[in-house]
């Protein structure tokens, strides 16, 4: 008896045990790659990420400016310009039966540059004068420069005439009791700052003087205020948005 030689069949291509048909679907899986999903960054490590290099870059930039300034300090040794109030002559200060205030001050400032490298340019000052928040006199001083180690005197005359005053005032019973009046002097102006060839904006500046106590004159007569123990604050008047510093 022969026997019967059967062919092999096609490499790839598998036989049941039992001589059935190929299964199609196990022939393609066998040769598909097997899929691995990708992990997915998620949205908060990418946030997390853009906060620290924003974080370190703003730690960079105020390490930078720090710096700057202090290198800026050290060649320069900068001042603010100082402000006395050298004299205050009352010639006019009296309140009318109608309550409407008449006065005329003679006011002298002696301004300062401390600074050997630094130049300040003021534009014209606003002078103001006032008791217990009363207005009792506005003037002017014109512009001016201030070199490097310079002292400057500025005079202007100050006065008002028509104010009103409110009975309840503390102002009207100094003046009817001929006590001392309380004085504040307030100057506003903007600056400008050379140094060498650079020059920056002008930045608004405001100067205080409080702690002026002066008699009002009878008659004719003239009261020079006493300033011996006048203190000048002086403050820049930076705006940011809303907000004035």
Known sequence: MSEKIHPKPPTGITTTAAGGNTNKAQIYNSTRPVYRPQPRRSRRSCCCSLCLWLTFTLLILIILAAVAGGVFYVLYRPHRPSFTVSSLQVSQFNLTSSNQLHTKFNFTVTARNPNKKIEFDFNPVSVSIDSDRVDVGDGTIPAFVMPKKNTTKLRAIVSTTGQTVDNN??????????????????????????????????????VVCDGIRVTAPSGNASTTASTSGVKCKVDLRIKIWKWTI
């Open 169 to 206: 005032s503390n102002l009207k019973s100094d003046l009817k009791n001929k006590k001392s009046i309380p004085l504040t002097i307030q100057l506003d102006t903007k600056v400008k700052v050379k140094i060498g060839s650079l020059k920056t904006k002008k930045v608004p500046i405001r």
